[in-house]
């Protein structure tokens, strides 16, 4: 008959820990957010202007092939501008703006797209947002520390006793005996926000922009039963 209690008994004691692990790495990709606007009299002149600036930024980004991932255009919006005429309002303009999402994995190229993009008319660029992809090897070498670290700890513990581990019996994520109920997406790793906003018209010299190094971490619950010792 199995013992199923979780804190074993005299013949199998069981020895529960948790084991940690976290690596500072460089980050894999970085993503930067552009807003294009646009500004006419008319809503068709503010549309016609957004269309061709938006037309533009896209054809820059994309002119960085393969350094560019990613693009993918977010929110758009033009709306009248109201002004008070006497009693009422009237309409003196429209603004249009559009946004879109650069996704890079080449950091010399991005350095210098921000600066070709914010030296446009009208355009604003937030981040850049440095992090790991999902299937980054550094998430699998975290959690593999993490699992060599209980390890190491449950044979510690069992040592102070003089005696050693016998068998495990179990291994989890921290949290997936008892998950949190749902809030949302966590915040993006090693995030860093700049803007840049330009009406120039001499070309700017690239951005030196440093990569920010991005923490993984990894927690492990183990649970061992391990040799009677002689107390």
Request: aromatic share 4%.
């Amino acid at each position: 008959m199995t013992n199923d209690l979780p804190y074993g008994t005299t013949e199998a004691p069981r020895l529960a820990v948790c084991g940690e692990a976290r690596l500072e790495v460089d980050p894999e990709i970085a993503r930067i957010g552009i807003t294009v606007s646009a500004r006419g009299t008319d809503r068709r002149s503010a549309l016609d202007d957004l269309t061709r600036r938006n037309n533009t930024v896209l054809e820059l980004v994309k002119s960085y092939g393969e350094a560019v991932e990613k693009v993918e255009t977010g929110a758009f919006s033009i709306s009248p501008e109201l002004t008070r005429h006497g009693r009422g309002e009237r309409i003196r303009a429209y603004h249009g703006r559009v946004h879109i999402t650069a996704e890079l994995s080449d950091f010399t190229a991005l350095g210098e797209l921000t600066t070709r993009v914010a030296d446009l008319d009208l355009i604003r660029v937030d981040g850049p947002w440095w992090a790991l992809r999902p299937d980054s090897p550094s998430h699998g070498e975290a959690r593999r520390q993490a699992v060599k670290e209980a390890v190491q700890r449950a044979r510690e513990y069992a040592e102070a006793l003089g005696t050693r581990l016998a068998a495990l019996v179990e291994l989890a994520d921290l949290g997936a005996e008892n998950p949190a109920p749902y809030g949302g997406p966590p915040p993006a790793a090693g995030g860093m926000r700049m803007a840049f906003a330009a009406e120039a018209t001499e070309m700017a010299p690239p951005l030196d922009l440093e990569p920010q190094r991005q923490t993984v971490t990894a927690q492990v619950n183990a649970r061992f039963t391990m040799h009677p010792p002689e107390l």
